[in-house]
C-alpha cells in the first residue's frame, strides 16, 4: 500500500513543478464560476489529455524493448535525461519548449471559447503540461512498465497517480489564487525538492540497470505478487480441461500470445503449405527438456524442406512466466525455432492442452494429423513428420527415412529406461504436496521451525530449519536450512530460486558424504553449488548402479526457494 500512497501524494506534488505555474492563472480565473460548467470539464479535459500522453509513453516504452535486448537500455537512457532534466532546469526547459508553446497556444483558443468548450480545452492545455512536468514518480511507473512488461500492477500505480494530480487541481480550483501565491512563495524549497526527487531517478537509473531493484523489492512479501500470480496459473491451466484429441481438426489459431522470441508473431493461416510441430513445454519442466535434443535435431533436419517447430512456453510456475527468464533459457538450451509465450493460456486452452510437454503435429492444409502427450514416441513423431513432408509436395520430395540419433547433455539426457521404482515427481508446496515426513505440522504461509526425523523411507523428504511453506515452494527464511529426500533413480533434480535475487550457495551430500563423481551437471566433486538464476539444477547423475539413497542439500544463505523434484 505504501507504493500506492506514494504514487497519489507522487501526482498531488505535480502541481508545484514551476511548468504548470504559468497555466494556473487560467485555472484560477475560472474558479468562481460553476464547477460543473467550468471546473468539471477542465478536469475532464486534464485527465483525458494526460491519460492519452502517459498510454502512449507506456506503449511506445514496451514496444521499444520488444524491438531487441537493447531497447531495454534506451529505455533506461530516456528515463537517464529525465532525472538530468530534474537536476538542471536549463535542460528541463529546453526539453519542455515545445509543450509549454503549445499549451499555451490551447490557452488562447480557450479563452475565445464559450465556458464549457473553453474550459475543456483548457483541460487539455494542463494536460499537455501535466504530462511532461509530472516528475520522477509517473517516469518510473512507466519505465517499470517498459522494462518489466505492462500489467494490471503499472496501470493501477498510474490510475493512481493520475487521481493524485486530479485532486491537486480540483483544490487548486477551489482555492482559487491564495493558493498560487503560496506555490510562488515556496519556489525556492520546490527547486531543491525538484533536484533532490531528479537525483532519485538517476540512481533508479543505476538500480535497474544493475538489477538491484528487484532484489531490494524481492525482500518484501507484501510486494511479491508470485503466489498470486501462481494461483492465477493454476486457474488458467485447469480451465478448459475437457479433453479434445480427436486428430483431423483444424488447428486452433496462434491467438493470445504475450510475446514471440527468435520470430515476428507467426499465424497458423500463414504457414498453409508448411507442416507445423506446435510443442507446449516450460523451462524448468525435466520431461519438457529430455524432448528438446529431437526437437532441436528435427529442425536443423527437417527445416529446409517445409518443418515450422513453434514452441508454445506455458509457465508452470510463476516465474517462468518472466520474459527475460525464458529468453536466458532458450539461449542457454540453444532454441533457435520460434518461441512463443502464452502466460494468459490463450494457446493452452485454444488447443484444449493437458500435458507438459505436448506435441501437436498439423499438416500443409492446417489440420492436427498427430498428437503425442509425455516424452518418448520419438520415432513414430518423426516417422509421421517425414509423411506430412512428403504429402505436402504430394510426394515429390525425397526425405530420408533415416531417423535422427540424438545424446543428450546434463538435464536434457534421456531418463534411464527402467522406471520401474523411479521416485516420483514431488511439489514442495502444500498445494499438491506428498510425502511430507518432518514431525511438525505444516504452518502454511507462515515461517516455522521444521526438523529431519532420524530416518526416511523411500519418497520420503523432510525439511530442516527456518522455513517458510508456501502453495508452490518452501521459502527458506534463515541460513543453514535444508532438505532431504530418500530417493530412487539415476538422477535428481530440484527446481531452485533466489527469493531475495542474490546467489546462494548451496552443499549437497548422498549417504551423508559428497557426491564426487556422481555429481549432476551444477554441482562440483564436492557437491558445491550455486543458485544464480530460477530454473531446474541438476543436483546428481549416477554412473554405477543405481539404487536407494538419501539426498541432503544445506543452504548456506537465507532465501533459497525450493519447488520441486524430480528424478530420471
Known amino acids: 500500500m505504501l507504493i500506492f500512497f506514494l504514487a497519489y501524494l507522487g501526482g498531488m506534488l505535480t502541481i508545484f513543478s514551476p511548468c504548470v505555474l504559468p497555466v494556473l492563472p487560467f485555472i484560477f480565473a475560472r474558479s468562481e464560476q460553476s464547477f460543473r460548467r467550468t471546473g ?42 529525465l532525472g538530468l532534466a530534474l537536476i538542471f532546469p536549463a535542460l528541463s526547459d529546453r526539453l519542455m519548449r515545445p509543450f509549454v508553446a503549445l499549451g499555451g497556444r490551447l490557452q488562447e483558443r480557450a479563452d475565445q471559447q464559450s465556458s464549457i468548450k473553453g474550459s475543456l480545452l483548457l483541460g487539455v492545455a494542463v494536460g499537455f503540461l501535466w504530462a511532461p512536468c509530472a516528475g520522477p514518480i509517473l517516469g518510473l511507473v512507466l519505465a517499470g ?39 510562488k512563495r515556496g519556489l525556492g524549497a520546490e527547486e531543491w525538492v525538484r533536484r533532490g526527487l531528479g537525483i532519485a531517478v538517476v540512481v533508479g537509473v543505476v538500480a535497474i540497470a544493475l538489477g538491484w531493484d528487484t532484489k531490494f523489492l524481492a525482500q518484501f512479501s507484501l510486494l511479491n505478487t508470485a503466489s498470486t500470480e501462481q494461483k492465477l496459473i493454476s486457474q488458467l491451466a485447469k480451465s478448459n480441461a475437457v479433453s479434445n484429441k480427436e486428430t483431423g481438426r483444424i488447428a486452433p489459431p496462434l491467438l493470445g500470445a504475450t510475446q514471440w522470441l527468435n ?21 524448468s519442466c525435466i520431461n519438457c527438456l529430455r524432448t528438446l535434443p529431437y526437437l532441436k535435431a528435427w529442425n536443423e533436419k527437417y527445416r529446409d ?26 539461449r542457454d538450451l540453444g532454441i533457435t525455432y520460434p518461441v512463443v509465450l502464452d502466460n494468459d493460456y490463450a494457446i493452452w486452452n485454444a488447443y484444449k492442452n493437458e500435458y507438459w510437454p505436448a506435441h501437436y503435429l498439423i499438416d500443409a492444409q492446417g489440420k492436427i494429423r498427430h498428437e503425442h502427450f509425455g516424452e518418448g514416441a520419438y520415432q513414430e513423431t518423426e516417422q509421421m513428420i517425414q509423411s506430412l513432408l512428403k504429402e505436402a509436395h504430394n510426394g515429390e520430395l525425397s526425405v530420408s527415412a533415416d531417423l535422427v540419433q540424438v545424446d543428450g547433455a546434463g538435464a536434457t539426457a534421456a531418463a534411464m529406461s527402467d522406471k520401474t521404482g523411479r521416485s516420483p515427481e514431488t511439489y514442495l508446496g502444500y ?50 536450512g535444508s532438505i532431504s529426500y530418500s530417493f530412487y533413480g539415476r538422477d535428481l533434480h530440484l527446481v531452485l530460486g533466489s527469493h531475495n535475487g542474490k546467489p546462494i550457495p548451496f552443499k549437497v551430500t548422498i549417504d551423508g558424504v559428497a557426491p564426487s563423481v556422481e555429481h549432476g551437471v551444477d554441482i562440483d566433486l564436492q557437491g558445491n553449488g550455486v543458485i544464480n538464476e530460477q530454473r531446474l ?32
Not at 535486448?69 to 528515463?79: E, I, P, T, V
Not at 500463414?270 to 507446449?280: A, I, P, Y
Not at 516465474?319 to 536466458?328: A, G, L, M
Request: charged residues 15%.
Open 40 to 81: 468539471l470539464p477542465i478536469l475532464l479535459g486534464m485527465a483525458a489529455t494526460f491519460t492519452v500522453l502517459a498510454s502512449f509513453a507506456a506503449v511506445g516504452g514496451a514496444w521499444l524493448i520488444a524491438v531487441n535486448q537493447y531497447g531495454r537500455y534506451s529505455a533506461m537512457g530516456l528515463l537517464l535525461l
Open 305 to 330: 524442406q517445409g518443418l515450422v517447430i513453434i514452441g508454445v512456453h506455458a509457465p508452470e510456475f510463476a516465474f517462468e512466466k518472466d520474459q527475460h527468464n525464458v529468453e536466458q533459457a532458450i
Open 145 to 183: 512498465a517498459a522494462l518489466h512488461g505492462a500489467n494490471l500492477y503499472s496501470a493501477f500505480l498510474l490510475l493512481v497517480f493520475a487521481a493524485g494530480a486530479a485532486t491537486s487541481l480540483g483544490l487548486a480550483l477551489l482555492a482559487g489564487g491564495r493558493l498560487f501565491s503560496i506555490m
Open 537 to 568: 539444477y541438476q543436483l546428481i547423475r549416477q554412473s554405477r548402479d543405481v539404487h536407494e539413497h538419501t539426498f541432503k542439500i544445506e543452504f548456506l544463505d537465507a532465501g533459497a526457494e525450493a519447488f520441486a523434484f524430480t528424478f530420471g
Open 431 to 480: 498445494t499438491r504436496q506428498q510425502n511430507f515426513s518432518s514431525p511438525e505440522a505444516i504452518s502454511k504461509d507462515a515461517a516455522h521451525q521444521y526438523s529431519t526425523p532420524t530416518s526416511l523411507k523411500l519418497n520420503q523428504w523432510a525439511l530442516s530449519g527456518d522455513w517458510q511453506i508456501g502453495d508452490q515452494s518452501a521459502l527458506l527464511k534463515k541460513s543453514g
Open 263 to 283: 520470430s515476428p508473431p507467426l499465424a497458423i493461416e500463414s504457414l498453409r503449405g508448411k507442416v507445423v510441430l506446435v510443442d507446449f513445454w516450460t523451462y
